[in-house]
Nanobody, 123 residues
Framework: QVHLVESGGGLVQAGGSLRLACVASGSISSINTMGWYRQVPGKQRELVAT???????NYADSVKGRFTISRDNAKNTVYLQMSTLKSEDTAVYFC?????????????????WGQGTQVTVSS
């Protein structure tokens, strides 16, 4: 099976920075697009940023210029560098990835999610 595990969340003051990381593990053949999403209670999960295997990136307008997504394909890891944090960035951040994996001598492609990591920005 495949698992995504996030780390790096926490409490930070407004204007500060945090770096999130997400590691994919399991019977992985390849990882396609990876991304970060966030969700606050009572609202839908929203896109923060995505990155393709060839490092093409996409950002939500609300984080452009403040957040940077990157990945290390050798480590099956995606990062989110968050700077100039605002109170409205407070949310649970989820890692997402489209992964081709091995199972019973075949390969399959599926979408996987991490368990989420809390980011709290105090004003």
């Amino acid at each position: 099976q495949v698992h995504l595990v996030e780390s790096g969340g926490g409490l930070v003051q407004a204007g500060g920075s945090l770096r999130l990381a997400c590691v994919a593990s399991g019977s992985i053949s390849s990882i396609n697009t990876m991304g970060w999403y966030r969700q606050v209670p009572g609202k839908q999960r929203e896109l923060v940023a995505t990155i393709t295997r060839i490092d093409s990136t996409n950002y939500a307008d609300s984080v452009k210029g403040r957040f940077t997504i990157s990945r290390d394909n050798a480590k099956n890891t995606v990062y989110l560098q968050m700077s100039t944090l605002k109170s409205e960035d407070t949310a649970v951040y989820f890692c997402n990835a489209e992964i081709t994996y091995y199972r019973l001598r075949s390969t399959y492609t599926g979408e996987f999610w991490g368990q989420g990591t809390q980011v709290t920005v105090s004003s």
